[in-house]
């Protein structure tokens, strides 16, 4: 009896973990950017795309997360704002807008190596 009240205590005080946890993780893969085209074309989240927004595309996390990535090649870091599914290569872990992918310095290349780190969902 008394280890049954302990340990419904003990879980009592345990917070649970949130359903999102697998996110949390830093992801590393490849990062692309949107086209021209898709500018003023509404994003899965509703809002209209804006290439000079600092957002970005992914396919499981949810709309609104703020998320840090960083150019491996360079160091550079920008947090962005997911507002969109994608992308749609297998290749790839992220689409950013032109805006971050200057801020990361890769806009010539059009993809590099990146890190994504959730900072809040």
Same mark, same amino acid.
């Given at each position: ?5 302990? %340990? ?18 830093? *992801?590393? &893969?490849?990062?692309? $950017? $949107?086209?021209?085209?898709? *500018? +003023?074309?509404?994003?899965?989240? +509703? ?6 927004? %600092?957002?970005? !595309? ?5 709309? +609104? ?5 960083? =150019?491996?090649? =360079? &160091? ?9 599914? +994608?992308? $749609? ?10 805006? !971050?992918?200057?801020?990361? &310095?890769?806009?010539? =290349? &059009? ?11």
């Amino acid at each position: 009896m008394r280890l049954t009240i302990a %340990l419904t205590l003990l879980l009592a005080t345990v917070p649970a973990r949130p359903a999102l946890a697998r996110h949390h993780r830093a *992801q590393v &893969g490849m990062a692309s $950017y $949107y086209a021209a085209d898709f *500018q +003023g074309h509404r994003t899965a989240s +509703g809002k209209k795309f804006d290439e000079w927004k %600092l957002t970005a !595309a992914h396919r499981t996390l949810p709309m +609104g997360a703020r998320v840090r990535v960083t =150019n491996l090649a =360079n &160091g550079r870091h920008v947090v962005v704002t997911i507002t969109d599914r +994608g992308p $749609y290569r297998r290749d790839r872990i992220i689409d950013l807008s032109r805006h !971050a992918v200057r801020v990361l &310095g890769f806009e010539r =290349n &059009g993809t590099t190596r990146v890190k994504v780190e959730v900072l809040s969902t």
